[in-house]
């Protein structure tokens, strides 16, 4: 009996790999690209931290999420 192991491609180097549930990384291919991506999220973090838009934010938020 041979059970098909899905697999995912890696978010961040579109690499075919298997979903294994022992992958501590899924759903990364490896450590180093859960990594990279992780770097690129800080990365976010801290340029929305160096310009704050907390004024948009407000005012997205005092309008109806259905506009006309
Ligand atoms: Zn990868």
Not at 40 to 63: G, M, V, Y
């Amino acid at each position: 009996m041979s059970t098909a192991q899905p697999m995912v491609s890696c978010p961040q180097c579109k690499k075919s790999a298997p979903w294994d549930t022992q992958n501590a990384f899924r759903p990364f291919c490896c450590e180093r690209c859960k990594m990279i991506d992780l770097g690129k999220w800080a990365n976010e973090e801290f340029r929305i931290e160096q310009a704050p838009d907390l004024n948009d934010f407000l005012d997205s938020a005092s309008h109806p999420s259905l506009t006309q």
